[in-house]
Structure formats: C-alpha cells, structure tokens
C-alpha cells in the first residue's frame, strides 16, 4: 500500500491525498449587501455632485487629497530598507514598493497583512478570520520562512517554525508612515532568511503626530473596534505618542458554508518618545504590548481523527530603544537595542521566548567615489516549549545565538549615473555555522526620470527550532484499523541552510508627466529545500495508542528554479483621479527533488497571475471614491480555485479633522477559499462579503 500525503509542517511542503479538498461554493453577487453596496455608491455621488454643482450645474474642484503626492514626488520618496541608508525610492538597486499612509488609508484595510495586497510580486491569502500566507516570488505557506519582517527595524520572524505571526504584528493604522517592500533577496544587508524579500513596517515619529485621534466602527465581520491615541510636546526637544487599540473581528465560514471557530479578539498599547538632544542626535525609546484571544479548530486530531474548538490566548511586548548621531550627509552611526517577549498556548504546543538584540551601523565616505555601511550585530533567543501528546520539540528549552557583521560599498563609477553596490553578510546561527550572503547591484540612472538596475545575491534560510528537533504525528487513513496507522514527521539536527542564488533586472521611469512605472524581472536558483524521505514502517507503543509508524525524515534533497516579473503602474488620469496597477507572473521552471523524497510540487502553491488595480476619486464637497479590483491565479495543489474579488470605500469629511467612511470588502463573493491550511492541522476558513463603517477624529 503506498500513503501520498502533502503537508508543509513549519515552513516545509509535501503531498496528501489524505483529506479531501473543499471547492467553496461561491454566490451570486447580488445579494442584500450586494445592492446595498451599490445603492450607497450611488446616492453618495448623487448628493456630492449636487453638492458641488456651481452655477449651469458645472462641478467645483474636488477635495485634493490626490494631487497632495505627485508621481514626482514619489520618485523621490525616501526608502531605507534597500540600502539601510536613505534614499530615494529611484536610485534604489532592488525592487522596492512603498504602501504609503495614504495608500493604507484610501484602501480600506484594517490590518497591515491586507495592506500588503497592495503590493506587486506579494502572495497574499487569508487562511482564516486571524491567520495569513503572505510571501514574494513564491514558497508561500502561514510561516513563509523565506520573508524576513521588520517593525522599526525590530525582526518579527518567528524562530519556533520560520515566519511571522501576523495577528501579533499591528498598531495604529493611522500612526504607519509606509511599509518598504523588497521583492527579492536583502540577505547582504538583512541576514537569514531574507530570501524572497524583506518587509519593513515603518511608524512616525511622535512629533509627526501631535494632538489626538480617535476611531471607531464595526460591522458584518469587523464586529467592533477602535483607536485611541495622543501626541503631546515634552519641550522643545521631545516627543511623545500614547496609543491603545482593539478589535474584535468575527468567525468566518467553511468551505461547506458553517459558522468556524477562528473568532480574533485583541487589545494593545504602547508609546513612543522621539528626542534631540542636539543638532547631531536623535534618540528614540518605544515599547508595545498586546493580549489577544484567537479562535481555531483542529482537524483530523489523534488519536481518534477528532476536531476540536479551542481558543488560543497570546501575549506579548516589547521595548526598543536607538540612538542614531549624523556627521554629514553622508556619515552617520546608530546603535539599537531590543528585548521581546511572546507568549502563545496552542493546542498542541505552548511556547514562550525572549528576545535580546543589539545592532550597530556605521557609514561614512571613502574618497569621493566609495561609501562605505558597516555594522555588527548580536541576537539571543531563550524559549521554554511545552509539549504535547502527538507534537512535540526536544529539548523542550534551549538557547540560541546569532552573531553577525555586514560590509557595503557603494561605488560611483561615473558621477550622478552609474553606481556599483558590493556587499555581504557575515554570520554565525547554532544550527548551521558560518554563512556567508554576497551580493553585486549595477545602478545606471541617466537621468532623474529613469534608472535601470541588475544584481546577482546569496541569501540563505537557516533551520527553525522545530526543523531541528520535531516530531509531529497525523492519521492516515488506517488509522481506525487495529492496530492504527500514523504518519510520524521528524525534523533533523543535520540540515543545512537552504540557498538561492538571484538573478534581478529592474527599470523605473516617469515616462510622462502624471505616469510613472515600475518593472522588475527575475530568476531564481533554490538548492537544498526541505523535504521528506519516508522510512520503513514500525510498530511503537507510545504514544497511545499502540500503532505502526510510518515515518517521513527531513532532508535537505530539494531544488527548484523559479522566473517571473513585476509590474505596477501609477496614473493621474484626471486632477481628481488616480488609478495604480500592478501585475505579477510567476512560472516554476523546475522543482525536484531525492528519488526517495515523498511526492513535492510547489508550483501549485503560488499564483501564477495577479493583478491588482485601485482606482482613487476625489468627488466634490470632500467625498472620496475608491474602488480596488483584485485577480489572483488558481491553487492547483490546495484546491483552491481563481477569484476576481471587489472592495468600495466611500468617505466624507463633513468638517475638518472628521472622517465618516463606509467600506464593502469582498463584495463579488459571498465565499471564497484563498488558501489552505498546511501546519497544525487547523481548519481553513472562506472570506466572505462583510460591509463596515468607521468614523475618525483628529483633534
């Protein structure tokens, strides 16, 4: 008898044929909410255009909030990611898209995991009302270990499975400045695991926020939530932002159209203190906390392939603090220290670990033609596993270092045109060694409106903590035979660290005045991928029931080439229009793996097409119009099937500093499934049509 199964156990992927996969039934759009969408949409440019009707019933000017950035001005925005220095978002040698304030706020979102949608080469899926796939270029899964996250330059990668917990990262929606996107490999300067790209949420600074703001609304799904936050001087050098937040969003349905169980209840606060001491320094001391309640339902459980409905509690904080002094232009240095604490009780496991991390940067001219970035940096992680019956990590606490330096020189070969960037990362982990990730980028800009760029990188993604010394068990289906069947998993102290190879070409212009353009294309060499080698059956007596084992081994016997391109576009169509597109191709041009690997295709994991187009009006009377269409390709290996989705926000702002908004999220469907659940055995859930309202105060 051969058993196939497919399951991606903290970050890894393989094949099942074990549970049937689900097609949700999708429902005509026109239903109750449905119209009620369109009848808003249509009485409220009714009533703004008569509003705004001057005499012979010509329109007045809009509200302005589009031409407030002009495509000029965002070639010249300012991004730090790529380079760990500023500037502009033109002269950066990588594929770089920033989600701006205003992007976050005329999109609708009320999450920055569904912010990120926004963003060109970005998968994006919902696996249930609390929990997201988010990855670039492929790979995708909950925890993508191949996407390196940052929040004000603390990493958020979790170290137990690889990847982010995304119902943990959040705070005032209002308070983000932009979140800089990399697609593509930022190992040289970000270390592990910044392998298919690098996420940096970025927040204001306190004195970008005095005053206060409050927020609140609710709905269909977004049951209730709300914001709360005040900005206050502390004399002419600091200052200081308070804020508290919660949300309490709604269970989403199955696939089979019943009420789940992944209901997310949270609530957070923090603060942020910006000082000067002098005209060289700048100090800044953060800190957050959260508490949360998350809804989940464990499917095929052992022994007996039960479910269960459990509510997962988390909790966390963290206190940063970094000092940054400028010399010039074109010197500077910063030191940044952060502690962080997690908390999480999962059905089957518990964790809690601490986080210590100390970074320090130097960058200062050489010459006139080299510029040099330094730095070094130290993380220590301590964690205390609590086990459970059928999945559990040994040893159940231990500690893990990270020691690391970087080097960058940035060459001007010609003045003002043509730059060479050569860099690498340097580090130490406790599972793989010394690693060490180069990169050379090619940067020609012939003039302020045009730049092309190409690199070739290493990056690397070091094992987790469960890769190294799992042991997860499942049921197949002999598993109500006597004496049962179970798959048993394994993980491996012997792994190595998966490496890509990159090849990258980009091209950036204005190519008129009101258009701009952006393209970056790609091809990628993977070698040694995880995957499962399946063992001969045995016959073991723990854990109960007595049962035969059939065990699958981690190994690093993967490989894999992957090609595709990018594409967005930004448009002023009209003084009081604005329309963004974005497209993404992803093709798998080869994947293998050991002959005695279980059954491993990735390409069915990732959309092969996206696109994405987001259309801004500014209607009379400060009424604002947006519409954001979205297509995303089919899964073939999670039955998942490809699905045009539509969100509306309309908003008014009566009287200055109050904004009344009404958003329908998801309208084209009643149920769509965009991915499905591959770690934990955990129930995927459907996202359906859901309407909320908010109103925003600043004051």
């Given at each position: 008898m051969v058993l196939q199964c497919r399951l991606n156990i903290f970050g890894w992927r393989h094949e099942t044929m074990i549970w049937p996969h689900l097609i949700p039934t999708v429902s005509n759009a026109g239903t109750a909410i449905g119209r009620m969408v369109l009848v808003a949409i249509v009485?409220?440019?009714?009533?703004?255009?008569?509003?705004?009707?001057?005499?012979?019933?010509?329109?007045?000017?809009?509200?302005?909030?589009?031409?407030?950035?002009?495509?000029?001005?965002?070639?010249?925005?300012?991004?730090s990611s790529a380079a760990k220095k500023e500037q502009r978002v033109a002269d950066s040698a990588a594929a770089v898209f920033v989600v701006t304030q205003e992007d976050i706020r005329r999109s609708g979102v009320t999450s920055i995991a569904d912010a990120l949608r926004m963003v060109p080469g970005l998968d994006v899926a919902r696996i249930d009302s609390n929990k997201w796939a988010i990855?670039?270029?492929?790979?995708?899964?909950?925890?993508?270990?191949?996407?390196?996250?940052?929040?004000?330059?603390?990493?958020?990668?979790?170290?137990?499975?690889?990847?982010?917990?995304?119902?943990?990262?959040?705070?005032?929606?209002?308070?983000?400045?932009?979140?800089?996107?990399?697609?593509?490999?930022?190992?040289?300067?970000?270390?592990?695991?910044?392998?298919?790209?690098?996420?940096?949420?970025?927040?204001?600074?306190?004195?970008?926020?005095p005053g206060g703001l409050l927020s609140a609304g609710g709905g269909t799904r977004e049951r209730a939530f709300g914001s709360a936050r005040y900005g206050v001087a502390l004399g002419s050098h600091s200052d200081l932002r308070l804020y508290t937040k919660y949300l309490e969003r709604d269970h989403f349905k199955d696939s089979n159209g019943s009420d789940g169980t992944?209901?997310?209840?949270?609530?957070?606060?923090?603060?942020?203190?910006?000082?000067?001491?002098?005209?060289?320094?700048?100090?800044?001391?953060?800190?957050?906390?959260?508490?949360?309640?998350?809804?989940?339902?464990?499917?095929?459980?052992?022994?007996?392939?039960?479910?269960?409905?459990?509510?997962?509690?988390?909790?966390?904080?963290?206190?940063?603090?970094?000092?940054?002094?400028?010399?010039?232009e074109r010197s500077d240095m910063s030191l940044q220290l952060y502690y962080d604490r997690s908390e999480q009780e999962l059905y089957v496991i518990g964790e809690k670990r601490d986080t210590l991390d100390l970074d320090y940067q130097n960058r200062f001219p050489l010459g006139s033609d080299h510029e040099i970035t330094w730095g070094l940096g130290y993380r220590f992680t301590h964690d205390t596993i609590a086990n459970s019956t059928y999945v559990f990590i040994t040893p159940d606490s231990q500690d893990n270092r990270l020691y690391s330096a970087f080097v960058q020189d940035d060459i001007t070969l010609v003045t003002d045109r043509l730059h060479l960037i050569l860099g690498s990362k340097f580090e130490h982990n406790d599972y793989t060694g010394f690693e060490v990730q180069p990169t050379a980028r090619l940067l020609w800009t012939p003039n302020r409106q045009n730049s092309v760029w190409m690199a070739v990188s290493r990056a690397i993604r070091t094992p987790s903590r469960g890769e190294n010394g799992f042991t997860l068990y499942t049921p197949t289906p002999a598993s109500q035979q006597t004496p049962p069947v179970f798959f048993q998993f394994n993980g491996s102290n012997r792994l190595k660290a998966d490496e890509l190879i990159a090849y990258e070409l980009g091209y950036?212009?204005?190519?008129?005045?009101?258009?701009?353009?952006?393209?970056?294309?790609?091809?990628?060499?993977?070698?040694?991928?995880?995957?499962?080698?399946?063992?001969?059956?045995?016959?073991?007596?723990?854990?109960?029931?007595?049962?035969?084992?059939?065990?699958?081994?981690?190994?690093?016997?993967?490989?894999?080439?992957?090609?595709?391109?990018e594409l967005a576009v930004d448009a002023h169509l009209l003084p009081w229009w604005r329309l963004r597109t974005a497209y993404t191709f992803l093709e798998f041009v080869e994947e293998h793996a050991a002959p005695d690997a279980i059954p491993w295709d990735p390409k069915g994991e990732a959309p092969r097409h996206q696109l994405s187009v987001r259309s801004s009006l500014d209607l009379p009377r400060n009424v604002e119009l947006d519409l954001w269409l979205r297509y995303v390709d089919r899964l073939t290996n999670l039955a998942v099937g490809s699905y045009v989705t539509l969100d509306v926000r309309l908003a008014w702002k009566p009287v200055k500093g109050i904004e009344l908004s009404l958003v329908g999220q998801n309208l084209l469907h009643d149920r769509q499934l965009e991915f499905q659940q591959q770690i934990l055995s955990t129930q995927s859930a459907t996202v359906g049509r859901s309407m909320y309202g908010m109103v925003t105060w600043l004051f």
């Open positions: 009485l409220f440019i009714a009533v703004a255009t008569s509003w705004g009707a001057g005499p012979g019933g010509q329109s007045q000017a809009g509200s302005g909030e589009l031409t407030d950035l002009s495509l000029e001005a965002l070639m010249e925005l300012k991004v990855s670039s270029r492929g790979f995708n899964s909950r925890f993508a270990g191949e996407m390196l996250v940052l929040f004000d330059g603390r990493v958020v990668y979790t170290p137990l499975f690889s990847g982010v917990f995304w119902d943990r990262q959040d705070t005032v929606l209002e308070d983000i400045d932009r979140i800089e996107v990399i697609r593509g490999p930022g190992a040289a300067l970000w270390g592990a695991n910044a392998v298919n790209g690098v996420i940096n949420i970025i927040t204001k600074q306190a004195d970008e926020t992944d209901s997310w209840h949270m609530i957070r606060g923090g603060f942020r203190l910006d000082s000067n001491p002098s005209s060289q320094d700048t100090l800044t001391v953060q800190g957050d906390v959260y508490d949360g309640r998350l809804g989940e339902t464990y499917v095929n459980m052992l022994p007996d392939s039960s479910t269960h409905n459990t509510v997962t509690p988390v909790f966390g904080g963290t206190i940063l603090s970094r000092w940054k002094r400028s010399f010039s950036r212009a204005q190519l008129a005045e009101g258009y701009a353009f952006d393209a970056a294309a790609f091809y990628n060499i993977y070698h040694r991928l995880d995957v499962h080698s399946q063992g001969q059956p045995f016959f073991e007596t723990a854990p109960d029931p007595p049962h035969v084992a059939i065990p699958g081994y981690l190994v690093n016997s993967g490989n894999a080439q992957t090609c595709g391109f």
